[in-house]
């Protein structure tokens, strides 16, 4: 296939895992010659990376695809690309529900994306869905930051929680060396990259599937382990992970964020429920009290300390009372930020047969309290800035106010303020915060030479 002046286009669903797979996949279309447009009917190549976490976002897919299915008929060179966790859940499925698509791929295939697509140029149609050993990844991803970047450290998850599809569209855990991922920071740091994110949808996993294991009988490679590592790579200003799981946090973990300056004292620890019998519904494999030891230990070290979560309403079965136990929850706690989602029953899930489904109502009535009730604890988190000195990592232009650049302070909370960013990307800048809102600030460069004169 002679890409040439071919463009492309790719479409993102879903959670940082699918941006991270989005970005290495554009990095190969552009390694074989594609160019990217923001247009996708201008596209060649469309790409949807998609998500099936819950049932809308697997719906938004098809009516996407249909349009540029539809395109097909006329342009017979489009080339039609569905990958990610509809793919895998669906595989064959797909193609016949759109027989316009030219390749259908799983997340584990993503570094494979160029070798399929030489397949699909010999005019096969490929559903490339089967378990795999996932391929080290060398590609070059076309990151959209220029300052921070995600690095993969664990994929596909083992845990068996009775309302979640990811272990069975993402696989088993399979964690990357310490070796790989340490030279892929070494290559962001000399590329000016200042922040890493280390991702795993259970990144607490990491290391479990790697062989050792140490005379004590722990696991010789830990998230912790991973930390102490990494953290002198050369360049890096800011490390961060995601996504914990509380049934596996260690005081390890606490002990190495507190001690290693390099580590954002920012942690995203989903919780789901505060009722311990839906926990235990939820195969979970902790206690809210545990849940609640968690946090006063990272607050003990860490006063001021980032806590953002999730949380599931309705769940089968759930009661009011159960419920009420949530929201006493988010009220004790008060997280930086807390993503909420009603419960939806998802295909080959455990929990999506269960009798005890509660009605639509019951749901956004639920989910619309415990937002009212975690945007309040946001706003009261958000006050601890007003009139502090915070060190912003500027990343990019205000896209809503060309005037300001934008960053994030080291507990991850988004910060405007007025300057040129052609002088300031990838620098941290100290700046007074003088507007506080629940979920960003607005401030002064304290250097007003380095922010406003330029
Ligand atoms: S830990 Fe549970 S919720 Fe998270 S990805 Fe794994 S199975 Fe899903």
């Known amino acids: 296939m002679n890409p040439g002046s071919r463009r492309y286009h790719i479409i993102t669903f879903g959670c940082q895992m699918n941006k991270a797979d989005s970005e290495r996949m554009a990095g190969v279309l552009e390694d074989m010659g594609f160019v990217w447009t923001e247009?996708?009917?201008?596209?060649?190549?469309?790409?949807?990376?998609?998500?099936?976490?819950?049932?809308?976002?697997?719906?938004?897919?098809?009516?996407?695809?249909?349009?540029?299915?539809?395109?097909?008929?006329?342009?017979?060179?489009?080339?039609?690309?569905?990958?990610?966790?509809?793919?895998?859940?669906?595989?064959?499925?797909?193609?016949?529900?759109?027989?316009?698509?030219?390749?259908?791929?799983?997340?584990?295939?993503?570094?494979?994306?160029?070798?399929?697509?030489?397949?699909?140029?010999?005019?096969?149609?490929?559903?490339?869905?089967?378990?795999?050993?996932?391929?080290?990844?060398?590609?070059?991803p076309r990151r959209d930051s220029q300052v921070t970047a995600w690095v993969n450290v664990i994929y596909g998850c083992n845990e068996r929680c009775t309302y979640c599809v990811v272990p069975n569209v993402r696989g088993v855990e399979q964690s990357r060396s310490p070796e790989v991922i340490r030279e892929e920071m070494v290559r962001l740091g000399e590329q000016g990259y200042k922040e890493i994110t280390l991702l795993g949808q259970n990144i607490d996993a990491y290391g479990r599937d790697l062989p050792g294991v140490t005379a004590g009988g722990r696991y010789e490679h830990t998230l912790t382990d991973l930390l102490y590592f990494v953290h002198d790579v050369p360049g890096i200003e800011r490390i961060r992970f995601a996504t914990s799981h509380p049934r596996y946090f260690t005081e390890r973990l606490i002990h190495a964020c507190a001690e290693l300056p390099k580590v954002c004292e920012h942690f995203?620890?989903?919780?789901?429920?505060?009722?311990?019998?839906?926990?235990?519904?939820?195969?979970?494999?902790?206690?809210?009290?545990?849940?609640?030891?968690?946090?006063?230990?990272?607050?003990d070290r860490m006063p001021d300390a980032s806590i953002t979560a999730d949380a599931i309403v309705g769940f089968p079965g759930e009661t009011e009372?159960?419920?009420?136990?949530?929201?006493?929850?988010?009220?004790?706690?008060?997280?930086?930020?807390?993503?909420?989602?009603?419960?939806?029953?998802?295909?080959?899930?455990?929990?999506?047969?269960?009798?005890?489904?509660?009605?639509?109502?019951?749901?956004?009535?639920?989910?619309?309290?415990?937002?009212?009730?975690?945007?309040?604890?946001?706003?009261?988190?958000?006050?601890?800035?007003?009139?502090?000195?915070?060190?912003?990592?500027?990343?990019?232009?205000?896209?809503?106010?060309?005037?300001?650049?934008?960053?994030?302070?080291?507990?991850?909370?988004?910060?405007?303020?007025?300057?040129?960013?052609?002088?300031?990307?990838?620098?941290?800048?100290?700046?007074?915060?003088?507007?506080?809102?629940?979920?960003?600030?607005?401030?002064?460069?304290?250097?007003?030479?380095?922010?406003?004169?330029?």
């Open 39 to 140: 247009t996708p009917d201008q596209a060649q190549l469309v790409l949807y990376n998609t998500c099936t976490i819950r049932d809308n976002a697997e719906q938004k897919v098809y009516s996407y695809l249909g349009r540029q299915a539809k395109r097909k008929q006329t342009e017979p060179d489009l080339t039609l690309v569905v990958a990610g966790c509809v793919a895998q859940q669906e595989g064959d499925a797909l193609l016949r529900r759109v027989p316009e698509l030219d390749l259908v791929l799983g997340p584990q295939h993503a570094n494979r994306l160029q070798d399929l697509l030489e397949q699909v140029a010999a005019g096969q149609q490929i559903v490339a869905t089967e378990q795999i050993q996932i391929v080290e990844d060398i590609t070059k």
């Open 268 to 299: 995203h620890i989903p919780f789901q429920s505060g009722d311990d019998e839906l926990l235990k519904a939820m195969a979970r494999g902790y206690t809210q009290a545990k849940y609640r030891r968690i946090i006063d230990k990272i607050r």
């Open 321 to 454: 009372a159960q419920f009420a136990q949530t929201l006493k929850l988010v009220e004790d706690i008060e997280f930086d930020q807390l993503n909420t989602a009603a419960y939806s029953p998802r295909p080959g899930t455990p929990a999506a047969s269960w009798d005890n489904q509660l009605s639509e109502t019951v749901k956004a009535d639920r989910l619309q309290r415990l937002n009212h009730l975690a945007n309040q604890g946001a706003a009261a988190r958000s006050q601890r800035y007003a009139h502090r000195i915070e060190e912003i990592l500027v990343e990019d232009q205000n896209p809503k106010d060309p005037t300001q650049v934008m960053g994030r302070t080291r507990g991850n909370r988004l910060t405007f303020f007025a300057s040129d960013i052609h002088h300031l990307r990838g620098q941290t800048i100290p700046v007074k915060i003088t507007e506080v809102r629940p979920f960003s600030l607005t401030g002064e460069p304290l250097d007003a030479k380095k922010g406003l004169n330029w």
